[in-house]
């Protein structure tokens, strides 16, 4: 009896090329020009994604990075409202520590009027010294809380003026961005659905070689028509006459040896 043969799957690879997935890419089900007419037409899609996505251009980050300094603002606003009002209550403790010190300063002068020997007299006076300090010394912090506040409320008209440059440019930058994504948004949801379509029909290991490429180049393409008849609509380097052959086909998978690009016959897809 003939043994059985399995076939293992090997785990893809996030470095995958279309290079690497070539014998896969020919023993696929559907043909190799359907394939090849599946990823130019993803690739169409993904690059008009892109332009809309350029057409936003910094406005996200800087939508992004004005939000993160107003939430910044905000936090250093509230630390200023805490310590003023950390100053307001220490004001308020030293003047009620100066009424019970005055209290008690009248209470030890009226003892000093009935005292019978210098030993008393002396324990008075030592008392009513403490407390005439004890009073100064809160006299004295009061002072340093008031310039404190000062201080504070400086700062705090500070951070106040630059949260309302910020929450004003914020919202312009909003606006902006609202306005390109609202005028684009049904473009691009259609888009989106196209690309889902021509991803399904992908095979991921396919799909994986396709996005690291993309991710790879700074024009994020990945599969590419000839440019002008002779070159790499990816790198612009002269294709052989006969690989223009196999591409102009459609027949075979043609991938640049200079760029690891797919191409494509466009005319054709």
Do not use: W
Request: net charge negative.
């Amino acid at each position: 009896m003939a043994k059985k043969t399995t076939t293992v799957e090997t785990p893809i690879d996030k470095r995958e090329t279309f290079v690497s997935i070539r014998k896969k890419f020919a023993d696929s089900a559907d043909t190799i020009s359907e394939k090849l007419n599946t990823l130019y037409q993803l690739q169409l899609t993904d690059t008009a994604i892109d332009r809309i996505v350029r057409l936003r251009g910094e406005l996200p980050l800087e939508v992004e990075t004005l939000e993160n300094e107003l939430e910044q603002i905000n936090g250093k606003i509230a630390n200023i409202n805490l310590a003023i009002d950390e100053q307001t209550e220490s004001i308020a403790n030293n003047k009620a520590a100066i009424v019970e010190g005055e209290a008690m300063l009248e209470k030890y002068k009226e003892q000093e009027n009935q005292i019978s020997n210098s030993r008393e007299y002396d324990a008075i006076n030592k008392e009513i010294e403490n407390q005439e300090l004890l009073i100064l010394i809160a006299k004295k912090r009061i002072d340093e809380a008031k310039n404190t506040i000062a201080s504070l409320k400086e700062r705090l008209e500070i951070a106040n003026d630059k949260k309302t440059i910020v929450e004003e440019d914020l919202a312009a930058k909003k606006n902006d961005l609202e306005t390109i994504i609202e005028s684009t948004a049904k473009e691009e949801e259609v888009l989106r659905e196209k690309r889902e379509a021509c991803a399904k029909k992908i095979d991921e290991r396919t799909m994986t070689a396709y996005d690291r490429i993309r991710e790879s180049n700074s024009n994020h393409l990945a599969v590419v028509g000839v440019y002008e008849g002779k070159a790499c609509g990816g790198c612009m380097h002269i294709i052989s006459p006969q690989r223009l052959i196999d591409i102009a086909s459609g027949k075979k998978l043609v991938i640049c040896e200079f760029c690891g690009r797919i191409l494509v016959n466009a005319e054709n897809e």
